[in-house]
């Protein structure tokens, strides 16, 4: 049996995992990617003065994790936080330090909690039932007569949000068990990803034909392919047409979502409903940076300031957030050096995303002027709320500010990455129909991190090992295991 010749559609994180692992054993293989670079939605900017991840920054470390693994052997720092918490309650007062740590352990205890029941009791739940409403009822179980603190625990819940990329009230229950990366040991990474990158992308560099700035738009793969010894073919952007044996798409859920019709013939009817069938999130990242970490009051040496700051539902800025999105925060002037930043990195999700996306768009801000940013306005009024700060003080004042806008990016399909939102059916089904894809017929493979293994999905690890497990399949369907 002859060596197929496969090409890889998309050079992110899975499509570089799977020719690797293609090459490793002399298969042929061609890289298409549309983007002038390798990396998909692992990129950076220099915008802030120092490099900094727009895509994924975290690792999770429950379990044997292959990119923490790369991590160690390209020495690519990771942080972990130092557990400590700020909450902000809706009338912007700081939520007692006790009380905060108490709460944010309820949180995630009543996660886990959540997380369990959906897994054991996934086919008696409602699919229009929530996370959320989970945390309702355990908020009457756990305070009956106390609205004040069920609505602090109700508050602090939609810190989910900035898992997801959708509100607490999106995620379905029934396959909330899904989201178990979500929950765990986890660092991140101080530097970037681009070592992690590199060392993936090593291989497939050096052996694979990889062609830039080549958008397919086009798959013509016959039912019967497989059976038939028939090609698959690719038509570019350009009118060019390629043939292969093997053809893996690597191409986000949000773009098989808004691409359907690139398939001839049409999406198996299982698989078309599979990819309606899964969520796709909306999250973004705002790095602000000052001339100084004013909030840590000159003691930068010592990690003691609290990594992680949530402000809840906020009724202090009604001007900028009628809607009061709760906003949160990490503190990178945390990381140990070279690496320690006077920034604050916020995540945003859902309409709060769109909004500020949008804002930034609408009305660009001069170079190097960040304090005239159309965004500084929305967060001002919560850096005004860290400790030192002075309004008239040169070190409050942003240096930088750095937005993401994936929900504008056709390539990233308009979003983050994949979630199980209140509504869906078969969400386990749906990622296993992706997951298998066309190609035992028609040789045309899908692979991301919304055809991970369960414990994986929407995480970049997952992504790696989709792109990992087709191409091992393929190698066994050729003779090579």
Not at 153 to 181: K, T
Not at 280 to 289: A, D, H, M, P, R
Not at 416 to 427: E, K, P, T
Request: hydrophobic share 45%; with cysteine; glycine share 8%.
């Amino acid at each position: 049996m002859s060596k197929p010749h496969v090409a890889v559609v998309g050079a992110g994180i899975a499509g570089l995992r799977c020719a690797a692992v293609l090459l490793e054993r002399g298969v042929r293989v061609t890289i298409l990617e549309a983007r002038d670079r390798i990396g998909g939605r692992i990129c950076q900017s220099d915008a802030l003065g120092y490099p900094a991840d727009l895509g994924p920054q975290w690792i999770h470390t429950s379990g044997e994790n292959p990119l923490l693994t790369l991590a160690t052997e390209t020495g690519t720092p990771v942080h972990s936080w130092n557990g400590k918490t700020n909450i902000y309650d809706s009338d912007g007062t700081l939520v007692e330090a006790a009380r905060a740590d108490r709460f944010s352990d309820l949180v995630w205890e009543t996660v886990d909690e959540a997380l369990k029941y959906s897994e054991e009791r996934g086919d008696e739940i409602s699919a229009d039932e929530s996370l959320y409403d989970f945390f309702s009822r355990k908020a009457g179980e756990l305070f009956p007569a106390s609205e004040e603190d069920r609505r602090l625990l109700l508050n602090m819940s939609q810190m989910w949000g900035a898992y997801i990329g959708h509100p607490v009230d999106r995620q379905s229950l029934r396959f909330a068990w899904m989201e178990h990366c979500c929950v765990g040991d986890e660092v991140i990474v101080t530097s970037t990803y681009a070592a992690i990158l590199a060392k993936i992308a090593e291989l497939p560099l050096s052996r694979a034909e990889v062609q830039l700035n080549e958008r397919v738009v086009s798959i013509e793969a016959a039912e019967d392919a497989r059976p038939a010894g028939r090609a698959v073919v690719l038509r570019t952007a350009d009118g060019e047409t390629q043939s292969f044996d093997e053809v893996v798409l690597t191409t986000p859920l949000g773009w098989l979502k808004r691409n359907k019709a690139a398939f001839s013939p049409a999406l198996p009817a299982r698989l078309s409903q599979a990819i309606d069938g899964v969520s796709v999130g909306n999250l973004e990242k705002v790095f602000i940076s000052f001339p100084e970490a004013f909030w840590l009051g000159g003691d930068d040496e010592e990690d003691t300031f609290p990594g992680y700051t949530n402000f809840l539902a906020p009724h202090h800025a009604s001007e900028t957030n009628p809607a009061r999105w709760p906003q949160e925060a990490y503190n990178l002037a945390a990381f140990a050096a070279p690496h320690r930043h006077a920034t604050l990195l916020f995540y945003l999700y859902g309409d709060c995303a769109h909004a500020l996306v949008s804002l930034a768009a609408s009305a660009p801000s001069p170079a190097g002027v960040a304090a005239q940013s159309p965004l500084w306005p929305f967060f001002a009024p919560y850096v005004a709320l860290l400790p030192h700060y002075e309004p008239s003080a040169a070190a409050c004042a942003p240096s930088a500010i750095l937005a993401t806008a994936w929900l504008r990016d056709p390539l990233a399909g308009h979003g983050s990455y994949v979630n199980f939102q209140v509504g869906a059916a078969d969400a386990a089904g749906d990622v296993a129909s992706m997951r298998e894809g066309m190609g035992v017929q028609r040789k045309v493979w899908l692979a991301g991190e919304h055809t991970s293994p369960f414990e994986e999905c929407g995480t970049a690890t997952g992504a790696y090992l989709a792109g990992e497990g087709v191409g091992r399949r393929i190698l066994g369907l050729a003779g090579l295991a």
